[in-house]
């Protein structure tokens, strides 16, 4: 195959290592600087340039964009999409996870756990997000910092509220968490490839520090992590739409608590740290995945007209519930299930002997006019937090 990773720092570990696993494994390879590229858009013919020359037919492209050019970086990788080119990490996945709020929203509707984070903007906000999200000491942080900067741990309310005054005024988004204390300066690195973790790491914060960055002097070991552990890590990554990602966990009294899933995750702290040849792995995986390009599935769906993927909760439809699939007439009414999801399993692919239970979720391809007929009337939503009376806004 020949493969491009594009990175701006030709000689950093991980763009070594990534380069030598292609060399090992029989590929033509060639590292890219990310910001030499042209983009060209035109009718019906998308380009890339680089230095100046159109560039020749690659078969799988490997970003490593940094947070200092996501903007150009991510169209860089677009563009290669739009191309045709296996891309090992998507452009919207990498967008998506850059901004820390963004990310958190996105888990936040899945079975993630992760600490309380409020987002403010009015200042008569601030003193109720830092209380609800548990109170002082609290940690501030920069929407797109890394490396531990712009992570700030307040110890009073009145600090607290004078930091985000102050980065407010200088015009940054920040983010209000929850601290947790019982992770006493660790967290949990997974590195996710593909559908598995293939290696993880717990960071231990220097002493006096709460940061266990190892930009900010943290140390590593190697860990075995256990299910739930790794339950969340991988889930976190498929939300993101991440197939390389590194996932970072608290170690919580209520279990994983992600903080960020990272796109380009560094490769020394995690190899040193385990052993584990991390780069093989993803090159590996980059051959078993090369033949299937992403496809912006909306995009196309749009193009067939009157066609669309739906997701819908069995209840109220005697038509669908207690019957095995062949059964229900979708097919007949030219629909298809992809998908059934009860409880904590999916099925997909359903057989035609499959039966559908209440409460199943299905999600299914087909003529959205009949989708639109089978369903029942809208029910009212059910708001999460009037179960326990506690989540949810108090009324003025
Ligand atoms: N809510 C929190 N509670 C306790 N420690 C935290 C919390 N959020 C971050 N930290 C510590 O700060 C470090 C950096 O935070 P993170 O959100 O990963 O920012 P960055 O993108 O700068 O690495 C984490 O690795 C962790 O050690
Ligand atoms: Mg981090």
Redesign the pocket.
Known sequence: MRIAILSRMPRSYSTRRLRQACVDRGHQVQVLDTLRFSIMVEKDEPELFYRHRRIPAYDAVIPRIGASITFFGVAVVRQFEQMGVYVANESIAITRSRD?LRAMQILSRHDIGM?P?MFVRDKDEILPAIRRVGGVPV?I?VLE???????I?AETEKVAEAIIQTLHSAKQNVLI?????E?E???IRALVVGDRIVAAMR?R?AVGE????V??G?SIESVTLEQEYQRTALRAAQIMGLNIAGV?M?E?SDGP?V??V?SSPGLEGIENATGIDVADAIIENIENQVLFPEVDLKQRLRLTGGYGIVEFPVHNMPDLEGKPLRETGLADRNIHVMCITRYDSVIPNPRADELIHTGDVLLCFGDLHELRGMMPPRPRRRRKGSKTGKKGPTKK
Do not use: W
């Open positions: 820390k600490p984070t940690i942080k910092g890394t490396q531990g900067v712009g992570v741990l968490q929850k601290f947790v204390k992770s300066g660790c967290d960071r914060a709460y940061r266990s960055n930009h900010r943290g970072d608290l919580s608590q903080m960020e990272n």
